[in-house]
């Protein structure tokens, strides 16, 4: 009697535990249903009017009239490419650079400072990074340099600080992760610190770093209220490095509170293209660092 | 031509030094300087007086109340689903093709821009379920954007609970779920309430996913159904509409003020945890 009611307890624990694990399993998709559910929102809502209109014409023409129905997005996608390339030549030194003094070159008590204070700053709001490139570099790059200071140069070098944080934690997190053998092997054969690093540890490290500055690059190409604020957003293609410049995201932030009917459909149309390019990008990165991973095991 | 490798060594050094150090000063300086010209205009009328006249006169009382209503509501839908992936990724199952799809998603999640975020808010919450501008459509938006942080976080803090836990509870009789819910979730919570505050910080600072979705009313929300302007929103439209800049400065200091309190928070309740175990 007692048996068959400890047994039946039993399985009713287990049946729980099995309807848990489903339950679980659901919530678990989350993530990925809302990703599925973006991407179909998103496409769904711009594809039409690029094949309407012609993907090709949608891709490279130059002219942005929206009451005109006409729709090139040519502009916005060398925009974003040169503040993005912009933000990753001025980024990307200083970032590796501080990764390397805080994991290589660093006392421990500093490096007990530094890193939290790079890694407070990650939390300042982009808007912040924006009026900071309003009130101090813009008017500084209109005198220095001349032309409107809203520009190309403006928008890089404010990104290019906005995406320090990310490079500056992954790369610290690659470089710690190479094992201490190699440091000491390469010092015991009398290398010097620097010897180790450029022979050792940058191309032990590679995978992580490169993934580091992947991710930088689609938070620059993602970036939207900062860019706004400082890039000018005529949409044109830059002649130089001072004239104003409009990426895709600022393309979509300007002009949604007002579009309607086929504008607001190229406005997402203008969203594909920039799922795609942070899509790329996210894989890339994905497979990179699951090769550092890989390597390790 | 050989260089002596220490020289070559004293040189680089030189060089990562300063730009180590110009590196941390802009930094600093950014935070000093919004904090400098900002704290000027903070006042208790300024945090507790809603705005007049378009935000050119009177405070920022409405727009903390909906940054933290819009924030809260994200965390309640974000929590459970982000600690529950995590407890399924760690407790319920093995490393296969289910969690790579799982982790996949959710750091592609990750990467999305939130413009992208606001846009299918956009059309989804505001439009398509006919949500309107309001707090309900900015709250499901962030929940979704914070959603991948919330995951990664607790599944490292339910991963650094020791084996041995689970062992003594399962010896004890204990099923599975008494396991997670009594032992594994409890002994994980600090770390789990980092990343729930981390995303706090996240949500206080969006802009760009919460305009399109919650609007930009200056009134009091009433309901969850009120469109309403959280700081970071009313603070671009002072700044770039040219407003008022000493009342854009002084919301600008309230973010940076609460930001840097979240994230030092988050720093110390970390470092407490990383010490209990190890």
Redesign the interface.
């Known amino acids: 009697m007692d048996g068959t009611a400890k047994k039946r307890s039993g399985t009713r624990?287990?049946r729980?535990?099995r309807l848990?694990?489903l339950?679980?399993?659901v919530?678990?998709?989350?993530?990925?249903s809302?990703?599925l559910?973006?991407t179909v929102?998103?496409v769904g809502?711009g594809t039409p009017i690029m094949f309407r209109y012609g993907l090709k014409s949608f891709l490279t023409g130059t002219r942005w009239y929206p009451s005109e129905n006409l729709f090139g997005l040519w502009p916005m996608i060398v925009g974003s490419l040169y503040v993005t390339v912009g933000a990753m030549v001025l980024g990307v030194?200083?970032?590796l650079?501080?990764a390397?003094?805080?994991t290589e070159?660093s006392s421990k008590r500093l490096r007990s400072i530094?890193k939290?204070?790079?890694?407070?700053?990650a939390?300042?709001?982009?808007?912040?990074?924006?009026?900071?490139g309003?009130v101090?570099l813009v008017p500084f790059i209109r005198e220095t340099f001349g032309g409107p200071g809203l520009s190309v140069l403006a928008a890089a070098i404010i990104l290019g600080?906005m995406i320090?944080p990310t490079i500056?934690s992954i790369s610290v997190d690659a470089l710690q992760a190479v094992p201490p053998t190699y440091r000491e092997g390469s010092i015991a054969l009398g290398?010097?610190?620097?010897?180790t690093v450029k022979m050792v540890l940058l191309p032990a490290a590679r995978s992580g770093i490169i993934a580091s500055i992947i991710?930088g690059m689609?938070r620059a190409?993602?970036?939207?209220?900062a860019v706004?604020?400082i890039a000018g957003n005529a949409a044109k293609v830059p002649g130089s490095l001072l004239d104003p410049v409009r990426t895709l995201?600022s393309n979509?932030?300007l002009e949604?509170?007002y579009a309607a009917g086929e504008h607001r459909q190229a406005?997402?149309a203008t969203?594909v293209i920039?799922?795609i390019i942070?899509?790329v990008?996210?894989?890339v990165?994905?497979v990179t660092a699951s090769r550092m991973k890989g390597a390790k095991k | 031509m050989r260089i002596n490798p220490r020289a070559e060594q004293a040189f680089v050094r030189a060089v990562l030094w300063t730009l180590t150090a110009i590196t941390v000063l802009i930094l600093v300086y950014i935070i000093v300087f919004v904090l400098r010209k900002g704290i000027p205009a903070l006042s208790w009328d300024f945090l507790t007086k809603n705005p007049v006249d378009m935000g050119k006169g009177g405070g920022i009382f409405s727009t903390i109340v909906a940054t933290i209503v819009l924030t809260a509501g994200a965390i309640l839908i974000a929590a459970p689903l982000g600690v529950g992936t995590a407890i399924y990724l760690t407790e319920y199952t093995w490393e296969g093709p289910v969690t790579r799809i799982i982790r996949f998603g959710a750091e592609c999640l990750a990467g999305i821009p939130s413009i992208i975020f606001g846009l299918f808010g956009f059309i989804l919450f505001v439009t398509k379920l006919r949500f309107g501008w309001s707090i309900l459509s900015g709250s499901l938006t962030l929940a979704f954007m914070i959603l991948p942080t919330i995951i990664r976080t607790s599944e490292e803090a339910i991963k650094s609970v020791p084996p041995v836990y689970r062992t003594v509870s399962f010896s004890l009789g204990g099923t599975k779920w008494q396991t997670v819910t009594r032992v594994v979730v409890p002994s994980a919570l600090p770390g789990i309430v980092t990343g729930v505050i981390l995303s706090v910080g996240r949500s206080i600072g969006e802009t760009a996913a919460v305009i399109f979705t919650a609007g930009s009313a200056l009134r009091l929300p009433t309901s969850i159904f009120s469109s309403s302007r959280t700081m970071s929103v009313h603070f671009y439209i002072l700044a770039r509409e040219g407003i008022s800049m000493p009342n854009a400065y002084g919301t600008a200091a309230v973010l940076i003020i609460a930001i840097l309190a979240i994230n030092l928070l988050t720093y110390y309740l970390m470092n407490r945890f990383i010490k209990k175990y190890s």
């Not at chain 1, 919530?27 to 990925?32: C, E, G, N, P, Y």
């Not at chain 1, 939290?116 to 700053?121: F, G, K, S, T």
């Open positions: 624990l287990e729980n535990d848990v694990r339950a679980l399993l919530v678990a998709f989350s993530a990925v809302v990703l559910v973006i929102f998103i809502q030194p200083f970032g650079s501080c390397i003094v805080l070159f530094i939290p204070v790079i890694e407070l700053l939390g300042i709001p982009s808007v912040v990074y924006g009026f900071m309003v101090i600080i320090l500056i290398a010097t610190k620097w010897q991710l689609g190409i993602g970036e939207t209220m706004i604020m995201t979509i932030a949604m509170g406005l997402f969203g920039l799922f942070i899509m990008l996210n894989t990165a994905n």
